[in-house]
């Protein structure tokens, strides 16, 4: 597929409705998936992005009602804190369980993680980010430095996914309203940008023992890199069709 074929290809979703599988008819990335199998895009979870033309270039695909912040990538910290008994996601979870949902009464053991961090001050959970010249930091108020993300690693990460990227424009249905393609990703106005508080860091985990599939009682959706989506296009040098 050339660049012209993919235009053409976007532009016939315009007016049609996503269908999103079964399987993920209640995920929140369904009706993004949805897309990807209209577009013919074989589903990955690799760092890389989605669609790749016949000269090399790729694009990545993303669905957006206009506003819901959209998940732009996901990265774990490249350090965690042992000192507090932090060696993995899974022992982040257990020192700080229930950070926003209450226990359900007829599942007491129902245990969530689920925290948005920005620069401009801690959360109700007490966390917030901190950025510096090397290095992006979730601290929380009263353990201090938690995750350390290397700022130059996750630039790295970013352009690999984001340096294309293709906004497809949804309504509460599904319908396919419209797209923009975005070109140029610029890594500086990326950390800028998580300096400012228009990027936050989203962590979404969860232990639920009575899942009914064995696959659920452990979720770890990772920690998301997320911006409202009339921000997104500031990251950005040049956009449009």
Known sequence: MNKQEMIQELDGLIGTKLEPSKKRSRDDGKYGRAAEEALGIEENNSKKADLVLDDGSAYE??????????????????????????????????????????????NPQRKCFNVDLKTTGFNKQDWRLVVNETKIIAEHRSDGNVLTWDIEKLKETAMEKLEKKIDIIVDKQGAVQGYEIHEGFCTDQFIAMIKSGEINMSVQMRFDPQAKKDSDIWKDRGMGWRCPPKKAGKLYLKEGK
């Open 61 to 106: 695909i993303k669905t957006t009602n206009g506003k819901s912040n959209q998940t732009l990538f996901h990265r774990k910290a490249d350090h965690l804190c042992p000192e507090l008994g932090i060696n993995s996601c899974r022992e982040l979870f257990d020192r700080y369980p229930d950070t926003q949902k209450e226990p359900k009464p007829d």
